[in-house]
């Protein structure tokens, strides 16, 4: 199954992902299509003047252009998403994508979307790193028991 996880640039949640057999829609993969020039320093500074429009449809043109141009990216990976995993309360350091609105914007289009979402609080203790990916693990195993079965 395809998992959107959020933040989309965790490389965490997108390893725990493909260790269970799915494919993590992550942002690194949509970056590197847009990306032409090897000298490039920051890949998201290399989106066109089409990102902010093709944007508009996930954000109305009222919100700062920025989220727009985001959104043209994150908006398909959600529209592709036959389920999610959010991590809230990340620190910057786990997978910032460097603007909270965005963040907002994403967060509540994953949760309309109407595909399975785990919703987890970013762990503090080794305990609770332990139950967050046993939780995480438990959440992708019933998704692929439910998806052979549905296949059936």
Do not use: W
């Not at 508009?56 to 398909?76: D, H, N, Q, W």
């Not at 994403?106 to 309309?112: A, G, Q, T």
């Amino acid at each position: 199954m395809k998992i959107a996880i959020f933040p989309p640039n965790s490389l965490i949640l997108a390893d725990l992902v493909e260790r269970k057999g799915h494919e993590p829609l992550v942002l690194q993969k949509e970056i590197r299509k847009k990306v032409t020039d090897p000298e490039i320093d920051s890949p998201p500074f290399n989106i066109t003047e089409d990102e902010p429009i093709k944007g508009l449809k996930y954000a109305a043109i009222e919100v700062p252009s920025g989220v727009r141009g985001r959104m043209a990216i994150f908006g398909p990976l959600i529209e592709e998403a036959e389920a999610a995993i959010i991590m809230e309360d990340a620190p910057f350091g786990f997978g910032c994508i460097g603007c909270a609105r965005t963040n907002e914007l994403c967060m509540f289009v994953l949760r309309k979307q109407g595909i399975p979402v785990l919703e987890l609080h970013y762990p503090e203790t080794r305990e609770e790193t332990m139950e967050v990916v046993n939780q995480i693990n438990t959440f992708l195993d019933n998704l692929e028991s439910e998806d052979k079965e549905g296949g059936d």
